[in-house]
């Protein structure tokens, strides 16, 4: 029999606690290949929420409780994820709210998910099928619905519609690998950080949708300043398209910048400076990207593959600039010069970015 340990972080939330732990452990029977053990890593609440459990583990074998400091939901998590290596060494482990928001019936179909070769299932309230609260307010759902849409564009993984809900499913040997990167988040943004990193590790990721409640007892611990300063933080730190788009922006100014020497300033022959002018941009986007907007999966200076990731990058260049031209010959024939800069701007933003972003992805920078 496979275990599975469910953590369940809380902080004051004795109002809940006792509903989930019966609904968690009502599951064992939907799920007769698996050993479901439930931890309860409790931040000392103040309202008794830890001697709920304890009573309760009278009751249930596999029910555990570890009491930390309250040092964020990260922390906690962290701190379960330890434990529960420790005390339980499971094959997976899922991660529940315990203040009724999710609903533990929904835990076999996770585990369907893993058993069907995902490591990492996400409970997701933006797809087909998932829900947030009809009552919630307009600002409440701007924040949420806002928060992930901005993280999927900024990582440009549009695949993944949720990014933010703590209920997910995740094995065992990822969570381990990921102990010494997640120990920098110590807040909520570490749900965020977690998705990053199992997908940067080539984690099979898979959705669920799934209903979000209203909470049931108690009050919120999110803070939601807090919560989204450390979002967009995380996001522009580690996003490899905002970079790569940065580093095209960088090259822009290298390329402007030599253009106006030489032809402006130096009169030297246009054809000369304009060979100079990109391939310089080309160097340094190619520089700048490997080391910095994929660093992940750079191509090392010693691996006999940067010669050849440099020739492929020229190439991936000149269909950008091949684009442009004909691009702009089309729209300027179509729509005559007056306003040639607007076109330019159109065929860089929805043509060249995604044409050399998915390229980049595909042949030179590929996951490892
Ligand atoms: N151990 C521990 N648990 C925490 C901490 N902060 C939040 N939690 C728990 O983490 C879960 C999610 O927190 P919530 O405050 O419900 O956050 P949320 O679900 O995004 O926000 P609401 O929709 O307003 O409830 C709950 O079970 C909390 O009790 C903490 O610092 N330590
Ligand atoms: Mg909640």
Redesign the pocket.
């Given at each position: 029999m496979r275990k599975v340990v469910v953590i369940?972080?809380?902080?004051?939330?004795k109002g809940?606690i006792e509903k989930l732990i019966e609904q968690i452990f009502e599951q064992s029977k939907n799920i007769p290949n698996w050993e479901i053990h439930l931890l309860i890593?409790?931040?000392y609440s103040k309202d008794g929420t830890a001697e709920t459990v304890r009573r309760l583990q009278k009751q249930y074998k596999y029910l555990h409780l570890l009491e930390?400091e309250?040092?964020?939901?990260g922390?906690?998590y962290i701190r379960g994820f330890k434990y529960a290596e420790e005390m339980i060494n499971p094959y997976l482990m899922i991660q529940i709210?315990?203040?009724g928001?999710h609903q533990p019936n929904r835990i076999p179909e996770f585990i369907k998910k893993i058993e069907n070769g995902a490591d990492f299932v996400i409970g997701t309230r933006y797809s087909k099928g998932g829900s947030i609260p009809q009552g919630w307010g307009i600002h409440?759902k701007i924040l949420s619905i806002g928060a992930n849409f901005f993280i999927r564009l900024g990582f440009m993984k549009l695949k993944i519609t949720e990014w933010?809900n703590?209920y997910r499913a995740i094995k065992f040997w990822l969570v381990k690998n990921a102990y010494d990167y997640l120990k920098n988040y110590s807040g909520?943004v570490f749900q965020v950080a977690f998705i990053d990193f199992a997908l940067k590790n080539k984690a099979v990721i898979d959705e669920i949708p799934v209903d979000?409640k209203?909470?049931k007892f108690?009050?919120?611990?999110?803070n939601a300043l807090q919560y989204s300063s450390q979002t967009i933080f995380y996001v522009l730190a580690h996003s490899s398209f905002i970079k790569f788009v940065i580093v095209g922006l960088i090259g822009f100014w290298i390329d402007f910048g030599i253009s106006y020497l030489g032809i402006q300033r130096m009169h030297q022959a246009v054809w000369v400076i304009t060979l100079l002018s990109t391939e310089s941009a080309i160097i340094s986007n190619f520089i700048l990207n490997n080391f910095w907007s994929f660093r992940h999966k750079k191509i090392e200076v010693s691996s006999g593959g940067f010669l050849p990731g440099f020739l492929k990058f020229n190439l991936v260049s000149s269909g950008s600039i091949a684009i442009q031209t004909i691009g702009m010959q089309i729209l300027v024939g179509f729509f005559g010069r007056k306003l040639w800069y607007l076109y330019k701007i159109l065929i860089i933003a929805f043509i060249i970015i995604p044409y050399s972003y998915i390229l980049y992805n595909k042949f030179i920078w590929k996951s490892k």
């Amino acid at each position: 029999m496979r275990k599975v340990v469910v953590i369940a972080p809380t902080f004051n939330e004795k109002g809940n606690i006792e509903k989930l732990i019966e609904q968690i452990f009502e599951q064992s029977k939907n799920i007769p290949n698996w050993e479901i053990h439930l931890l309860i890593v409790d931040s000392y609440s103040k309202d008794g929420t830890a001697e709920t459990v304890r009573r309760l583990q009278k009751q249930y074998k596999y029910l555990h409780l570890l009491e930390t400091e309250k040092e964020g939901l990260g922390k906690a998590y962290i701190r379960g994820f330890k434990y529960a290596e420790e005390m339980i060494n499971p094959y997976l482990m899922i991660q529940i709210d315990a203040d009724g928001q999710h609903q533990p019936n929904r835990i076999p179909e996770f585990i369907k998910k893993i058993e069907n070769g995902a490591d990492f299932v996400i409970g997701t309230r933006y797809s087909k099928g998932g829900s947030i609260p009809q009552g919630w307010g307009i600002h409440r759902k701007i924040l949420s619905i806002g928060a992930n849409f901005f993280i999927r564009l900024g990582f440009m993984k549009l695949k993944i519609t949720e990014w933010t809900n703590g209920y997910r499913a995740i094995k065992f040997w990822l969570v381990k690998n990921a102990y010494d990167y997640l120990k920098n988040y110590s807040g909520y943004v570490f749900q965020v950080a977690f998705i990053d990193f199992a997908l940067k590790n080539k984690a099979v990721i898979d959705e669920i949708p799934v209903d979000f409640k209203e909470r049931k007892f108690g009050i919120s611990k999110i803070n939601a300043l807090q919560y989204s300063s450390q979002t967009i933080f995380y996001v522009l730190a580690h996003s490899s398209f905002i970079k790569f788009v940065i580093v095209g922006l960088i090259g822009f100014w290298i390329d402007f910048g030599i253009s106006y020497l030489g032809i402006q300033r130096m009169h030297q022959a246009v054809w000369v400076i304009t060979l100079l002018s990109t391939e310089s941009a080309i160097i340094s986007n190619f520089i700048l990207n490997n080391f910095w907007s994929f660093r992940h999966k750079k191509i090392e200076v010693s691996s006999g593959g940067f010669l050849p990731g440099f020739l492929k990058f020229n190439l991936v260049s000149s269909g950008s600039i091949a684009i442009q031209t004909i691009g702009m010959q089309i729209l300027v024939g179509f729509f005559g010069r007056k306003l040639w800069y607007l076109y330019k701007i159109l065929i860089i933003a929805f043509i060249i970015i995604p044409y050399s972003y998915i390229l980049y992805n595909k042949f030179i920078w590929k996951s490892k």
